[in-house]
Structures are given as structure tokens and as C-alpha cells.
């Protein structure tokens, strides 16, 4: 609607709404970069363009040719309030809708012979539609229950006899409030409909009376009478009971949603939803036994929010039942995420009747059907589709709408022009994205495509038109996989809703208010982190609680990126790659080999997780490794190396080669998750040729191969010492919890100030221990030695000074300061009995370790030996980065 005035031209209602759909596209388009996803945003496929409306109108010849494209007239759902018929996936049901449903009697006009001696008799029926009893034409019953003829008794007025199922008769009783009621003959339903007529409870054009027919399953004692009334224009069981016993689809009602003159008398212009109940049970009077205010579930216009109704009209239909196996059988073959979503598709499809797909709009892909102006007759062949198609190729759908009769059919046919009228009647929305794959795959991309992407409503919308339209025309569905994911709801599970002042709008979440401390920037990669992290499959809560904990996972990934980056700065690029690394990997210490051999083992794991959409396990494998393998251990093992060693020392550049390939690697990783943070991550690498975020340094997204598993491996390392290393970690972990205990009790500060005394009753630990547990002083390893022995030094693995290995529990006691200072077996993950008390080695002022070395050298007394050897060092590079 125009402020003062309705849009009543088709032209002008289009253009109005193509300016709408582009303005929404340019507003969703900006959105969607913001959120950082990748596409081809100059070159967007639009359902208005005129290619794609050419591809659709192909799909719709081609369907049609075939036979599956048929004008019929059948009940539909109906919007009054948008004055369309709609699709099941229009539609939005509400739990909350009430009707006012009534129990009706109508009198029995000729007894079939098992009720000829009953009389007088009636009919009693239930329905929540009173509304649709001007369109009755039978009462269906059911040939496999028991009716039977009951008196009802009342207080204060005369008594009834109605035919009800048997099983239903106490409940109609008291539906009623009858005193009491008494069975007086029974019979089945085949006997009852044998002959027996009854007077309509309003006359229309069929005149006065119907029969009573046997209907179909639809009919049981779960509720009502077990007696239908029935109108083959108004419900889809009532259609095919009309289609068996040859019953016209009569719907006396017109596209305001009023009553036609058909009606009947004084009914012509009654609102059906609105004041028709209130009408037609005046009309009824004696025949209305009861009524009542019944909730159930009823469909609305998920566009007006309004109900609709079911109503018999002229619409195009496109069949499935010729193909419908098939697509069962290639909707069987697809891969469903989740796999319920196949279940749920299968379900829907074999279920489905004919699709409607035509509706009364202006705005949309015209359905090119000529009328003859004298007898409706429509003209439709695959030469005039083809006709229309070309012309909307050239000048859009809009042709239909400014060129005559005469310009719009073929050259041939044009002396035909005088005697038909265009059609006006469009295609269904799912008809135009349902055959998004004939514009786009066919037309730009491979097909079929890899993957479908939608949320899970769309088993019933585009998902279920794009697999019917594709296998009516290819034989295949248009996708290989299909990945459906849940809603968005507010923290507290609550749809989000402007007028509940709900809604958390993505812009602000990314960046921010000027309120920072009510809304703080995250940025896109948090919002996407946050989708990443949770179950898609379902609906999905999100708040400020949400985004703050998903914001700490982010800053905890970030900042050990950022510590690693810091860390490479003067390694030489030369030394970086995984082949150059992977020369000499026998040659590295134990732990680099087993980091190295994580980080193939995280490799393999994101990438069967990305094959299977399986976001949350990405990121939980990656934060893992990140957090707990890297920045909890390796990194802080680290330090010593990266701080304390010469800056071209071996122990320092395998640990940098390390570093580096871990972020090549997680660059590559997290870049579809969290590509902002990737891209970051890559620029910022000091090794990299090209200044960084120059056109030159390119994009991570750049790197070639880096996404095919199966060319080429980012992490060519075998797992190395699993067992062993996870042993020696949960050890740490235990140590760890000793050096809080003596932080508590204030006999340490820093770690190196520590003492540990252990006592290891697990068998498979000892050997490892004592590999590990040297008393040498760490001067020991000079510059030059082979570090992998250094690397398995227990005092550089916990980083502690010094540490004690005794045999039993009671040694541990007995050489601690107190007992509050020692963790029993019951306490520690490994079962060791581990004491701490302050070392009384002398500290070095370079690596703070406490060393026997401080203070024997002369020329720097306050140095270890190691330090002293460091500092007085060559650091000149040699061969892979090794000291001459």
C-alpha cells in the first residue's frame, strides 16, 4: 500500500517491488561481507534477472512437455488477507488458535434398511469449520467402525435420537449434558450408508438433500461423532471422498474470503472467518446440538499473519506421483547433515499431493497461459512457453505485462490473438528458487552443486522444490549434500522479536555501540566463532553471556598466535617450510617430534571435520591444541630455549622451525572459521616474502593445494611417543599442583625457586622418570651439544631446579619442610606421592634457574655456566641454522 491509495497497475506494483528486492539485496550483500563471507558479490545470481527467469521458464516447459504441469480446480490454501493461494511452506501454524467447533444434527430424509424403523433419526456431525456447511455435500462415515442409533435423554426438554459411532456415544452424552442415553440399535457403516439421504442444514445449488457415503481412513472414534461432514471444496479428504463418489469441489466463497450468492439465501458477502460461525449456527437453530471453543493447530499466512482457509479453485498444479519414487530413491543417495534432515525430506515427499504453483500476485515469474475470452479454455504449448521464454530472456518477466496478446504468442499463432486474454496468475516463490539450479549450476557453476545450505524448515521449502523440479527435469537432485542448521533465540530461549526488545543484531555484536561497556566490538570472527562453537542442528541461544565466553576462547587462540609470531621474528625464511623441517626431523628433540606430530594429527582431524560440517569439533580440536597442547606446555617449555639459548643456536631454530610450521599450518586451518583472524595471522609472519597486507604477501586464502587433503599434506609428521609424552604431561600436571601447594604456603615464588621430591609407584612411569631426571648440572649442555638430550631433562620439562627421585611415600615426607607441603598418591592423576620444599642452589640472574655453576665463574658471578656460555657464544648461523 501507497500512502492514500492503492497500487492497483501490475507494472507499478513491480517495479515498486524490484526496487525492494535490490534495495534488501544491497543491504544484505554489505551484511554478508561484514560477516566475512566469501563470494562472488559483483556477480550475484537474483531471481529477477532476466536469465534466471528464462531458466525458470525452460524448467516449467520442460515439466509441462513431460506431463507434469495440469490446471485443475481442487481445494488449496487460501490467504483472504493477501488473496493468493499459498503453499504448505507459506504457511506458519500457530498452537494457540481457537475455533468455535459445533455438534450438528441433520434429519434423516430416506433410511437405508438397518435405521427404516429408527425414524425420526438424525445425523450427528462435528466440525470446527461451521463455516464450510453451506458447502456440504455428503456425510462420510467410516466402513470399519460400529455406529449406532442412541436415545439421549435431557432435563426439561424432549428427547433426540441420533446416529453416532458407538464408541463415541457416552462422549457425546456428555457433550450434551443429557441425563442419560440408551443404545437402541446397532449397525456398521457400509449398512448405514446403504440408502440413507438427509436434509442439507443449509440448501444450495445441489438442492436439499445429500447421501450418506462410506469415506476413507481419515474417519475414526478418536473424537467427534464419527460421522463427516463433508465439502469436497473446502478440505483435501473431503476431495477425494467427492472425487470417488463423483461430487463437485463447490467452494461458494470468492477471494475476499466471503460467502458467494451460492451460499444461499442471505449468506452472499458474510465474512467466513469473521462472522459466518456466528450465522450459520442462527441458521441451524434446533439442529445445533452444542458447541464449543476448541484449541488447536491452525495454518496462517506466514506473510500477513492472518488465518487462511481451505478453498477449492482454478490453479495450476505440477504432479508428482509420476516421479516421486525417484526422487525418493536420489533423496535416499544424498548426504543429509544432519542425518535426520533425510528422514524428514523422505517423509514430506512421499506424503506430498500435487504442488500448487500458481498464485495470484503481480510480482513474479509470469505462468505464460492464454484464456479464450469466450469459454475460459486456457492455450498453453511448449511453442508459446518458448515464445514467452525468448522474449523474457531479452526484456525481462515484465514483457508479459506490457506487450499484447498478439506480441506474446508466436509468430503462427498470432491471428489467435483476438479471442484470448492473458493469464495473470504467477509461479509460487518455490517454483523460483526451486529452480535456482537451472540459472545458476547450469548456467555458472558445476552441477550438481557440492552443498545445499539452508535452516531446517526448508525440508518443506527449497530444499523439497529444488530436489522435485531438478529430478522432474534431470533425474538427480540438484546437490550432493545438504547441511540444515537451527534458529537463533535470546539467552533466555526466546524467539527474538523487535516488540520483546529482544534481538541481538549481528552489526552490534561485530561493532559495537557507543556504549563499549554495554556492547563492546567483537568483531566478525567472534560472531563466527560463536556459530562455530555451537550445535547448528538445533536452535541455538545466544546472549552477552554467550559472547563473552566465546570472546575468551578468542583472545586465549589469538594471543598464543601472537606469542608465536613474536617468537619466529629473526628466523630466516630459508628454514620454515615442512620439507625443509622434515629433512632432518629424526634429528629433533623428542618433544619437537611429538608437537610436530600433534599438529598432523590436528591436520587430519579438522579436515574429516570439515567434510562432515562438523564446526564445533574444529574448533574444539584446534583451541585444544592451541590452548593446552601449545601455549600449557610446549610454549612454556619453550621459553628456556627461545629466551635463554643463543639467538642461532640449534635448540633455539628447531623450536622457531616448530613454531612456524604450527602457524603456517593453523593459519590454513582456521581460515574458513575465522578468516579475518587468519588473514591477520599471515601478514603479520615475519619469514614471508612481501611487505605485509601488500598485493604482493597475497592472501592466505592463496596458498595452492592447501585444501585438498588427498594432494597434499600441510603436516607431513608421524604421531612419535604418544604414551610417553602424555605420561610425562599428566606428571607435569601433578607437579604443577605441588607448586601451587608450596605457593599457598609461601616457601616459593617463581617454579625455579622449587625443590621437587617424588615418589612414582606407577610401573610404566619410573623408567620414564629416570630417563629424564639428571643431577648434573644444566651448564652440562653447552651451545654446541646435541639438544635432544637437553629436551629430556626433567628440570627444563617442569621447570623447577631441582628434583628428587625417592622410594617410597615416607621419603617424601621426611624431606619436605611439612606435611602440609605434600600431595598423597590420593590427590595427583598419576598416583605419585610428590613433595615440595624451597631449593637452596644459588639462583642464575640470567635464566633464574637455581644452579650449582653460580658464582664459580669469575669474570660474571652471578651467571650459570650455561648463561656464561651463551652470552660468550659465536652466533653466527651455520648449516640449517646451526652454530658452527
Known amino acids: ?56 521458464l525452460g524448467v516449467f516447459k520442460t515439466m509441462f512437455e513431460r506431463g507434469h504441469i495440469y490446471r485443475g480446480t481442487k481445494p488449496v490454501w487460501y490467504s483472504p488477507s493477501s488473496q493468493t493461494a499459498l503453499a504448505e511452506a507459506e504457511l506458519a501454524y500457530s498452537d494457540a488458535h481457537v475455533s468455535r467447533a459445533v455438534y450438528a444434527a441433520f434429519e434423516v430424509r430416506r433410511a437405508a434398511d438397518c435405521i427404516a424403523d429408527l425414524r425420526p433419526l438424525e445425523l450427528a456431525i462435528w466440525t470446527t469449520t461451521p463455516w464450510t456447511l453451506p458447502a456440504n455435500l455428503a456425510i462420510a462415515v467410516s466402513g470399519s467402525l460400529e455406529y449406532a442409533a442412541v436415545d439421549y435423554y435431557f432435563e426439561g426438554k424432549p428427547p433426540r435420537r441420533l446416529v453416532v459411532a458407538r464408541e463415541l456415544a457416552q462422549a457425546l452424552a456428555s457433550k450434551q449434558h443429557a441425563r442419560e442415553f440408551e443404545v437402541v440399535a446397532t ?114 499466512d506466514w506473510r500477513t499473519k492472518q488465518p487462511v482457509i481451505m478453498r477449492a479453485t482454478s490453479q495450476w498444479f505440477a504432479s508428482i506421483s509420476s516421479f516421486r519414487e525417484l526422487a525418493l530413491e536420489k533423496i535416499e543417495e544424498a548426504k543429509w547433515v544432519p542425518s535426520a534432515g533425510k528422514n524428514r525430506i523422505a517423509a514430506m515427499t512421499s506424503l506430498r499431493g500435487d504442488w500448487c504453483i500458481s498464485r495470484q500476485r503481480s510480482w513474479g515469474v509470469p505462468i505464460p497461459a492464454f484464456y479464450h475470452s469466450a ?22 518477466s515484465d514483457v508479459w505485462w506490457s506487450s499484447s496478446v498478439r506480441e506474446l504468442l508466436p509468430s503462427h499463432m498470432k491471428e489467435l490473438a483476438d479471442d484470448y486474454v492473458k493469464g495473470s496468475d504467477t509461479m509460487d516463490v518455490w517454483f523460483d528458487s526451486g529452480t535456482s539450479w537451472a540459472s545458476v549450476l547450469d548456467g555458472r557453476l558445476q552441477f550438481p552443486a557440492d552443498l545445499y545450505l539452508e535452516g531446517s524448515d526448508q525440508h518443506r521449502g527449497w ?29 533466555n530461549g526466546l524467539k527474538m522479536s523487535k516488540s520483546e526488545g529482544n534481538v541481538v543484531d549481528p552489526l552490534i555484536v561485530i561493532e559495537g555501540t557507543a556504549d563499549k561497556r554495554k556492547h563492546p566490538a567483537y568483531g566478525a570472527d567472534v560472531l563466527r566463532m560463536w556459530v562455530a562453537s555451537v550445535d547448528y542442528s538445533s536452535d541455538v541461544r545466544l546472549g552477552t553471556n554467550a559472547l563473552r565466553q566465546v570472546f575468551e576462547q578468542y583472545r586465549k587462540l589469538r594471543n598464543t598466535l601472537r606469542y608465536m609470531i613474536g617468537n619466529v621474528y629473526d628466523l630466516p625464511a630459508s628454514h620454515i617450510a615442512c620439507s625443509s623441517l622434515a629433512t632432518y626431523y629424526s634429528d629433533l628433540p623428542s618433544l619437537d617430534r611429538w608437537v610436530l606430530g600433534r599438529l598432523s594429527q590436528v591436520e587430519r582431524d579438522v579436515f574429516a571435520a570439515y567434510d562432515e560440517y562438523h564446526f564445533s569439533r574444529i574448533l574444539n580440536v584446534i583451541l585444544q591444541f592451541c590452548v593446552t597442547d601449545l601455549s600449557a606446555f610446549y610454549l612454556d617449555v619453550a621459553k628456556d630455549r627461545l629466551y635463554i639459548s643463543p639467538a642461532p643456536s640449534r635448540r633455539r631454530r628447531d623450536c622457531q622451525r616448530v613454531i612456524a610450521v604450527c602457524l603456517d599450518v593453523l593459519s590454513r586451518l582456521i581460515a574458513p572459521l575465522l578468516p579475518h583472524l587468519a588473514e591477520e595471522v599471515w601478514h603479520a609472519l615475519p619469514y614471508k616474502e612481501h611487505p605485509p597486507y601488500s598485493t604482493e604477501r597475497g592472501s592466505v586464502f592463496e596458498l595452492s593445494g592447501a585444501w585438498n587433503i588427498r594432494a597434499r599434506r600441510l603436516a607431513p609428521f608421524p604421531p612419535f611417543a604418544e604414551d610417553r609424552w602424555t605420561s610425562i604431561r599428566l606428571l607435569r600436571n601433578d607437579i604443577n599442583k605441588a607448586l601451587e601447594l608450596g605457593r599457598k604456603a609461601k616457601i616459593i615464588g617463581s617454579s625455579l625457586d622449587a625443590c621437587i621430591i617424588v615418589s ?95 658464582g664459580s665463574i669469575s669474570e660474571h658471578p652471578l651467571l650459570c655456566g650455561r648463561c656464561y656460555a651463551s652470552v660468550k657464544s659465536d652466533h653466527r648461523d651455520g648449516p640449517h641454522g646451526y652454530l658452527n
Not at 239 to 257: C, I, N, R, S
Not at 811 to 838: K, N, Q, Y
Open 760 to 854: 612414582v609407584r606407577n610401573a610404566e612411569l619410573i623408567p620414564i622418570l629416570q630417563q629424564l631426571c639428571n643431577s648434573k648440572p644444566l651448564a652440562q649442555y653447552t651451545v654446541y651439544s646435541d639438544c635432544q638430550l637437553e629436551m629430556e631433562d626433567s628440570r627444563l620439562l617442569f621447570l623447577i631446579s631441582d628434583i628428587r627421585v625417592v622410594g617410597s611415600p615416607a621419603l617424601v615426607g621426611r624431606a619436605v619442610l611439612s606435611e602440609a607441603h605434600v600431595l598423597t598418591s590420593d590427590e595427583t592423576e598419576t598416583g605419585s606421592t610428590i613433595g615440595i620444599r624451597p631449593s637452596d642452589i644459588p639462583k642464575c640472574a640470567r635464566c633464574w634457574y637455581r644452579d650449582p655453576t653460580v
Open 463 to 491: 530444499f523439497q522444490s529444488s530436489a522435485l523440479t531438478s529430478v522432474a527435469v534431470n533425474g538427480v537432485l540438484p546437490f550432493v549434500s545438504v547441511v540444515t542448521h537451527g534458529f537463533v533465540l535470546d539467552e
Open 375 to 396: 469459454t475460459g479454455e486456457h492455450l498453453l504449448t511448449p511453442e508459446t512457453i518458448r515464445h514467452v521464454q525468448s522474449l523474457v530472456r531479452e526484456q525481462g
Open 187 to 300: 449397525f456398521d457403516g457400509h449398512e448405514l450408508a446403504n440408502g440413507t439421504s438427509y436434509v442439507r442444514p443449509i440448501a444450495n445449488k445441489f438442492g436439499e438433500t445429500a447421501n450418506v457415503v462410506v469415506g476413507g481412513n481419515y474417519i475414526s472414534a478418536e473424537g467427534g461423532t464419527g460421522l463427516v461432514h463433508t465439502a469436497p471444496g473446502h478440505g483435501l479428504d473431503d476431495y477425494q471422498t467427492g472425487l470417488k463418489f463423483g461430487l463437485a469441489p463447490f467452494a461458494p466463497v470468492d477471494t475476499h474470503g466471503r460467502y458467494t450468492a451460492e451460499a444461499g439465501e442471505a449468506l452472499e458477502g458474510v465474512d467466513v472467518l469473521n462472522e459466518a460461525t456466528d450465522v450459520i449456527l442462527h441458521r441451524l437453530g434446533h439442529g445445533v446440538l452444542c458447541d464449543e471453543l476448541y484449541s488447536h493447530r491452525y495454518p496462517y
Open 1 to 56: 500500500k501507497v500512502p492514500g491509495s492503492w497500487i492497483r497497475e501490475p507494472l507499478d506494483v513491480r517495479a515498486r517491488a524490484a526496487a525492494f528486492a535490490n534495495d534488501a539485496m544491497m543491504r544484505q550483500r554489505e551484511s554478508f561481507k561484514r560477516y566475512g563471507v566469501w563470494a562472488k558479490w559483483d556477480e550475484p545470481y537474483l531471481t529477477l534477472d532476466p536469465g534466471y527467469e528464462a531458466a525458470q
